[in-house]
Structures are given as structure tokens and as C-alpha cells.
């Protein structure tokens, strides 16, 4: 008889039993714009779950090599790779640089992103090329790497459930359109989608794809929605839960997300914004 063309009848999967701090232990995760904001809380909490990491960076070495640093405390391994993620050479380097030195790689986190902001009429192509290019494109080829590698291994049951997680860094503007912001709100409307159809492609394979949404998170990317207190007054309108995210949450999160713990979950924009997401317009109005 043939063999079947993809595994759909793997065995049931063991469930973890291990305690939170060892969620991870065992996985290599690469974490794309690691060394800042979100992607650097994401990368020291996967390290300190037990994950050896690489932490990807186009500028800054000295703050990724610090936030390297910083996860190697967590007794793991952690190497900072120079790569910008809208570039398929540069990506496909990466890739071949991180198996190297890790073997193989268990977990994408697809979170660098960028904004340039402008009036639609001000927008310029080179605007709306680069936030697509990077938030979209560079999701693309990171995942597209992810899914070759993860393929090629397979499941290792000792490892993961799974034979690799890509968690995808959205955003609420995946679903809350955003005047001023058209590139932005594009690009993660995109990748809401580019992630749930790339679930339902390789669900078979024992792939998990999701994605983690955002809401209004304390990082350089909008200091002027928190920096002074008229803004974050003005920020909390927005939000029924009355305060702005920390990046260490969305860290949590993804731990959680990317670990056996989650190993039924797949193709879900998990919100993680205080509620922005519940129209708090109309908290009175209506
Ligand atoms: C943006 C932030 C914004 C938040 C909520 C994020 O995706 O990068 O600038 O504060 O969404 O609007």
C-alpha cells in the first residue's frame, strides 16, 4: 500500500507536564526585531522558558548582543543574526546560519514591524513599499523558511507536539482600520489572512500557525500615545480595561502560544489589548 502523502495519522500527542519555566526547554526559536520593543520582552521570555534563541536585528547590534546577553543568564543559548527581513537573500542566510549553529529551529516569531505614518494624499510609494516590505513581505519569507525547515525535520515528540510553531506578530489594526496609518493597517490585515491560509496549508504536517494581536503596548512605536499624560489620557478612550499593555505580556503570550500547552490551538488571532478590540465607543453610546 502507499504510504499516505502527508502524516494525518501521527500518533495522539504527550502532553506537557512540566512547570512554566520549562515550557520551552529543549526548542531553538528565532525571533525576528528582537533586539527592541515587543520582540526583545518575546525573546527573553522564550529564553527564560527553557529556549535557546537567535535574535534577529537590521540595526542596533549592540542592543541585540544585550538582549543576547541577557537571555544567556537564563542558563540557554542566545546569537544575534543581522538580517533585514524583507530581503530573501538575507533571509535565506539567516536561516542557514541559525540551523547551523542550533540544528534546527522549533519556533518562528515573526515580529519585526515597523510604521510610517502620512496622510493617505502625503503617502509616498517608498512609504507604503517599506511598511508592506517588512510587516508583510518579510513575514512571508521568514515563514516560507520556517515551513522548509519544519518540514524537513518532522515531528520529534521529545521535542514539541508539533514539528514547529510560527507565532505571527498582527496587530488590532489587523481588524480596526486606522486613518493616517493606511500602509500599517494593510500590512496586518495581510498578515491575518497570509497566517490562517498558510494554518489550514500545513495543519497536516503538524504545524501550528497563529498570530498575536496587540493592542496599544508601551514601546518606542508609540511613545506619543503614552509619553505625556494628556496622550495617555487620551490613549485610555480607546481602551476599556484602563491601562496601557506592557511588551512582557505579549512575552507570556507567545510562551504560552508557542508551547504543547497550546498544541490544539491553531489559526487564531489571539487579542492581547485590554479590550480595543470591544468598540469602547460604545461603553455609553449606542
Ligand atoms: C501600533 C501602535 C498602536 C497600537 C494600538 C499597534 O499595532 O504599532 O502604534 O498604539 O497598535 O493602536
Same mark, same amino acid.
Given at each position: 500500500?502507499?504510504?499516505?502523502?502527508?502524516?494525518?495519522?501521527?500518533?495522539?500527542?504527550?502532553?506537557?507536564?512540566?512547570?512554566? +519555566?520549562?515550557?520551552?526547554? *529543549?526548542?531553538?526559536?528565532?525571533?525576528?526585531?528582537?533586539? /527592541? !520593543?515587543?520582540?526583545?520582552?518575546?525573546?527573553?521570555?522564550?529564553?527564560?522558558?527553557?529556549?535557546?534563541?537567535? @535574535?534577529?536585528?537590521?540595526?542596533?547590534?549592540?542592543?541585540?548582543?544585550?538582549?543576547?546577553?541577557?537571555?544567556?543568564?537564563?542558563? @540557554?543559548?542566545?546569537?544575534?543574526?543581522?538580517?533585514?527581513?524583507?530581503?530573501?537573500?538575507? @533571509?535565506?542566510?539567516?536561516?542557514?546560519?541559525?540551523?547551523?549553529? &542550533? %540544528?534546527?529551529?522549533?519556533?518562528?516569531?515573526?515580529?519585526?514591524?515597523?510604521? +510610517?505614518?502620512?496622510?493617505?494624499?502625503?503617502?509616498?510609494?517608498? =512609504?507604503?513599499?517599506?511598511?508592506?516590505?517588512?510587516?508583510?513581505?518579510?513575514? &512571508?519569507?521568514?515563514? $516560507?523558511?520556517?515551513?522548509?525547515?519544519?518540514?524537513?525535520? !518532522?515531528?520529534?515528540?521529545?521535542? /514539541?507536539? #508539533?514539528? !514547529?510553531?510560527?507565532?505571527?506578530?498582527?496587530?488590532?489594526?489587523?481588524?480596526?482600520?486606522?486613518?493616517?496609518?493606511?500602509?500599517?493597517?494593510?500590512?496586518? %490585515? %495581510?498578515?491575518?489572512?497570509?497566517?490562517?491560509?498558510?494554518? +489550514?496549508?500545513? #495543519?497536516?504536517?503538524?504545524?501550528?500557525?497563529?498570530?498575536?494581536?496587540?493592542?496599544?503596548?508601551?514601546?518606542?512605536?508609540?511613545?506619543?500615545?503614552? !509619553?505625556?499624560?494628556?496622550?495617555? =489620557?487620551?490613549?485610555?478612550?480607546?481602551?476599556?480595561?484602563?491601562?496601557?499593555?506592557?511588551?512582557?505580556?505579549?512575552? $507570556?503570550?507567545?510562551?504560552?502560544?508557542?508551547?504543547?500547552?497550546?498544541?490544539?490551538?491553531?489559526?487564531?488571532?489571539?487579542?492581547?489589548? *485590554?479590550?480595543?478590540?470591544?468598540?469602547?465607543?460604545?461603553?455609553?453610546?449606542?
Amino acid at each position: 500500500m502507499q504510504a499516505p502523502a502527508h502524516p494525518s495519522h501521527l500518533p495522539r500527542p504527550v502532553m506537557p507536564q512540566c512547570p512554566p +519555566q520549562h515550557m520551552l526547554e *529543549g526548542q531553538k526559536a528565532l525571533v525576528t526585531g528582537g533586539g /527592541s !520593543g515587543i520582540g526583545r520582552a518575546i525573546a527573553l521570555a522564550l529564553g527564560q522558558a527553557g529556549a535557546d534563541v537567535i @535574535v534577529n536585528y537590521v540595526s542596533g547590534a549592540e542592543t541585540a548582543e544585550q538582549v543576547a546577553t541577557e537571555i544567556r543568564a537564563f542558563g @540557554v543559548r542566545a546569537m544575534p543574526i543581522c538580517a533585514d527581513v524583507s530581503d530573501e537573500d538575507q @533571509v535565506r542566510a539567516m536561516f542557514r546560519q541559525a540551523i547551523e549553529a &542550533f %540544528g534546527t529551529i522549533d519556533i518562528l516569531v515573526n515580529n519585526a514591524g515597523l510604521q +510610517q505614518d502620512a496622510a493617505f494624499e502625503d503617502m509616498s510609494l517608498a =512609504q507604503w513599499n517599506k511598511v508592506i516590505g517588512v510587516n508583510l513581505t518579510g513575514q &512571508f519569507l521568514c515563514a $516560507r523558511e520556517a515551513v522548509r525547515e519544519f518540514k524537513r525535520r !518532522g515531528v520529534k515528540p521529545e521535542v /514539541s507536539c #508539533a514539528a !514547529g510553531k510560527i507565532l505571527c506578530i498582527s496587530s488590532v489594526h489587523e481588524v480596526i482600520p486606522w486613518a493616517g496609518h493606511v500602509n500599517y493597517a494593510a500590512s496586518k %490585515g %495581510g498578515v491575518m489572512l497570509m497566517m490562517k491560509s498558510l494554518a +489550514q496549508e500545513v #495543519a497536516p504536517y503538524r504545524i501550528r500557525v497563529n498570530s498575536i494581536c496587540p493592542g496599544a503596548i508601551r514601546t518606542p512605536i508609540n511613545m506619543e500615545a503614552w !509619553g505625556t499624560p494628556e496622550a495617555y =489620557q487620551e490613549l485610555l478612550k480607546l481602551i476599556p480595561y484602563k491601562r496601557i499593555g506592557e511588551p512582557d505580556e505579549i512575552g $507570556r503570550a507567545a510562551v504560552w502560544l508557542a508551547s504543547d500547552y497550546a498544541d490544539y490551538v491553531h489559526g487564531i488571532s489571539l487579542f492581547v489589548d *485590554g479590550g480595543m478590540t470591544l468598540y469602547p465607543g460604545f461603553e455609553t453610546g449606542g
